[in-house]
């Protein structure tokens, strides 16, 4: 079973940038579509922005004009970067990924990366 990992998250001062990423942990073939969600503590799982397989990505107007998803196919990694850090992108953040895995097509979320915005 493909499985999701995320990394990046950590500590970040508010005006500043982050990049996560996230990966399989096995060899897969293809990505095919890309998203990453965020939980702030005690809110509701919001979509933070997201990667289709054709067409344009789409942004969280919360976070419109200073995010950028994209992915690199060559080493199957999928990115957020974060640019203008605020105290309220404080969140643990979530990657799904889909495509074609050693066993055929896969989906996966991850468990999480948390990102603390503080001065």
């Known amino acids: 079973q493909v499985q999701v990992v995320e990394s990046g998250g950590g500590l970040a001062q508010p005006g500043g940038s982050l990049r996560l990423s996230c990966a399989a942990n096995t060899t897969i073939d293809t990505i095919t579509v890309m998203v990453w969600r965020r939980q702030a503590p005690g809110k509701s799982r919001e979509l933070v922005a997201s990667e289709p397989v054709s067409g344009r990505a789409h942004y969280a107007d919360s976070v419109n004009g200073r995010c950028t998803i994209f992915r690199d196919d060559k080493t199957k990694t999928g990115y957020l970067e974060l640019n203008s850090l605020k105290p309220e992108d404080t969140a643990v953040y979530y990657c799904?990924?889909?495509?074609?895995?050693?066993?055929?097509?896969?989906?996966?979320w991850g468990q999480g990366t948390q990102v603390t915005v503080s001065s």
């Open positions: 799904f990924l889909s495509g074609r895995g050693p066993e055929g097509p896969f989906g996966s």
